[in-house]
């Protein structure tokens, strides 16, 4: 019998591997906690510069009701919106994200970065432009929605898992239903696998492993949403609302169950009353379903960001960021025209400049 029970023990502890950061917002009372972080005081879960002139508010807001109600583990989610004023740095995609504030080795060895995500029936996201979701900065592996930039058609209402920009998997993206996530990276074997479930579903291995040109430093992977431009959309009202839940990225073994981790509120029934938040250590998860439909090749897409801190300084000193680079090239990926554009024209050699829309051209290989 007291085998038994300690095998059983081990048996459940080793069903979720090790938090090595909850991005969970959990330690977040509201969005403006994100207002505590600049490049000279890097504190709190995420590093937040990419977003438009507004308020933190008009981009990014928390809520009980933003997040995947089968996760127990968060205590919030958040609403992520682009809008008319989201282009940051001079850019002309919109775009609203947050990177990970931490030194933990998420960017080495075999890491599962795990969230959630949907959208409602307001505020939908266009199926006619190119967004890219929860990306890195090389996109070896990320999700898009929409029409992909360069593909036929008019419109593109899927949610794609991409490797190096191209579809692995895609499934619809119904008002409603949260789509649970976990990349499964092995920066090791530089091998990428996709795991996915809907609501509170168990994830499941639904594409991969393969292989990618997995690399990263660790702060440049984008929870979040751009989206590329296309004719003449710059000053179009329209506004999107996009929300996420349980984000943090795990090492060891995954963990597949949808909010199986400790609880951050734990209530207990007798002489405790509450303890409130609390943060997790160990766990979540995300969950959802899957479907599978087709998948297409289409091109590439993406611009670039580069990041970058630097402690030293004084003032400003800030990132660096992104395109408008110094030299006279863009880099492989990096965009090298389109209207509004004043960087380099010109593309590293092996690269060649490419017209995707006329708002931007993209340097990539022939
Ligand atoms: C942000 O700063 C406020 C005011 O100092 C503080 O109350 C809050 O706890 C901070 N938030 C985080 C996540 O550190
Ligand atoms: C990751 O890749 C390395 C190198 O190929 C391999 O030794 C290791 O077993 C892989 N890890 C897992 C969990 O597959």
Redesign the pocket.
């Given at each position: 019998m007291y085998k038994f029970a300690l095998a059983q023990a081990f048996v459940g502890s080793a069903l979720a591997g090790t938090v090595l950061w909850d991005g969970r917002f959990n330690?977040?009372?509201s969005s403006?906690?994100?207002?505590?972080w600049s490049w000279s005081n890097q504190?709190?879960?995420y590093q937040y510069y990419i977003h438009g002139s507004g308020p933190v508010t008009e981009y990014v807001n928390l809520s009980p009701s933003y997040k995947n109600p089968a996760d127990s583990s968060s205590n919030q989610g958040v609403k992520i919106t682009i809008d008319s004023t989201s282009y940051w740095n001079g850019q002309n995609m919109r775009r609203t994200e947050l990177i990970p504030q931490t030194s933990a080795a998420i960017n080495s060895g075999h890491v599962y970065y795990h969230f959630s995500v949907k959208r409602s029936s307001t505020n939908v996201p266009r199926a006619d432009l190119e967004h890219q979701v929860n990306f890195f900065e090389s996109h070896f592996t990320e999700l898009k929605y929409g029409l992909l930039s360069g593909a036929s058609g008019t419109s593109d209402p899927t949610l794609k898992w991409c490797i190096g920009g191209q579809p692995q998997w895609s499934t619809t993206f119904d008002a409603d239903v949260w789509h649970n996530v976990a990349y499964d990276i092995n920066f090791s074997s530089n091998t990428v696998a996709f795991y996915h479930s809907t609501g509170s579903n168990p994830l499941v291995l639904t594409a991969g492993p393969v292989s990618a040109s997995t690399s990263s430093n660790g702060a440049d992977w984008h929870l979040g949403v751009l989206r590329l431009p296309m004719n003449s959309d710059l000053n179009s009202a329209d506004v999107e609302d996009w929300y996420f839940s349980g984000v943090y990225v795990e090492s060891g073994s995954l963990n597949t169950v949808i909010g199986s981790g400790s609880n951050p509120t734990t209530t207990t029934t007798t002489t405790k009353t509450t303890t409130t938040p609390v943060r997790t250590t160990t766990t979540p998860v995300t969950t959802t379903k899957s479907t599978t439909t087709s998948s297409k090749t289409t091109t590439k897409t993406t611009m670039v960001t580069t990041t970058k801190s630097t402690t030293t300084s004084t003032t400003t000193t800030t990132k660096t960021t992104t395109t408008p680079s110094t030299g006279g090239t863009s880099p492989l990926y990096g965009q090298c025209g389109g209207i509004g554009w004043t960087g380099p024209t010109g593309c590293v050699s092996g690269a060649t400049c490419h017209v995707l829309n006329p708002y931007y051209s993209q340097c990539l290989s022939p």
């Open positions: 330690d977040l009372s403006t906690d994100l207002n505590n504190v709190g879960p």
